[in-house]
């Protein structure tokens, strides 16, 4: 069984930064994509930034240039980067980590981000 565990949310002024982070752990193997996804009060999760185990990435337009997602393989983590923080990415963040043939698919708690004055 794979499970992840995030950390890093919390309330930050607009224009701030802060740094999300998902260890994973368990029966980790073959190629894999780890992933955040967020959704905000009233609205569909979407998918924030994803990246292989390969480390290719893919961002939502409306992140690119401010968010960097990253990961360390040998630690099973992920981390996202973000910056230039706007009250529109105010949510609930979630990781994902899933295996590329759907082997595994887990999903982490959330982590609350709120960007607010």
């Known amino acids: 069984q794979v499970q992840v565990v995030e950390s890093g949310g919390g309330l930050v002024q607009p224009g701030g930064s802060l740094r999300l982070s998902c260890a994973a752990s368990g029966n980790i193997f073959g190629g894999n994509v780890m992933g955040w996804f967020r959704q905000a009060p009233g609205k569909q999760r979407e998918l924030v930034a994803i990246i292989t185990s390969g480390s290719s990435t893919h961002y939502a337009d409306s992140v690119k240039g401010r968010f960097t997602i990253s990961r360390d393989n040998a630690k099973n983590t992920v981390y996202l980067q973000m910056n230039s923080l706007k009250p529109e990415d105010t949510a609930v963040y979630y990781c994902?980590?899933?295996?590329?043939?759907?082997?595994?698919?887990?999903w982490g708690q959330g982590t609350q981000v709120t960007v607010s004055s």
């Open positions: 994902n980590l899933r295996e590329v043939f759907g082997r595994y698919d887990s």
